[in-house]
């Protein structure tokens, strides 16, 4: 029975991928209320408008000397795919959330880093006035 209750806990916790959620925890300075590595991609929430987290997004790009390849936009949601100078992938996604949040997704490389993702945020925070503690 000892080894039917431990099959069943490790299971349950093999569902939870490598998930770090934390609500305006560490990495997350006030303008962020969700923070989050899931799957290879960083999601973060941010309190500030859509439009003016879609401009931030595109100077972090600009100031981490990335080449954008691609671009697209509309009302609800938007999608930037660049180039880091070693050739790595770089797809951004945002989504416009109710009450003023906006959704943003880093994916950097195939598997995802969360490391070079978590650069792009700060970046992205920078550019919209948010200090990380």
């Known amino acids: 029975m000892k080894y039917v209750k431990l099959i069943a806990v490790l299971f349950l916790l093999s569902l939870t991928g490598c998930a770090a959620l934390i609500g305006a925890g ?7 209320t969700g923070y989050r590595f899931i799957e290879g991609e960083l999601e973060v929430n941010y309190t500030k408008p859509y439009e003016q987290v879609w401009q931030a997004t595109n100077m972090a790009l600009k100031d981490l000397e990335m080449a954008i390849e691609e671009s697209e936009k509309d009302q609800l949601d938007a999608k930037v795919k660049a180039l880091r100078a070693d050739g790595t992938k ?3 996604k945002l989504k416009r959330r109710p009450s003023g949040i906006t959704r943003v997704g880093i994916r950097v490389g195939m598997f995802g880093d969360q490391e070079a993702s978590d650069f792009i945020e700060r970046a992205i925070e920078r550019n919209l006035g948010i200090k990380s503690p």
């Open 26 to 32: 560490a990495g997350a300075g006030a303008g962020v």
């Open 90 to 92: 770089v797809v951004i």
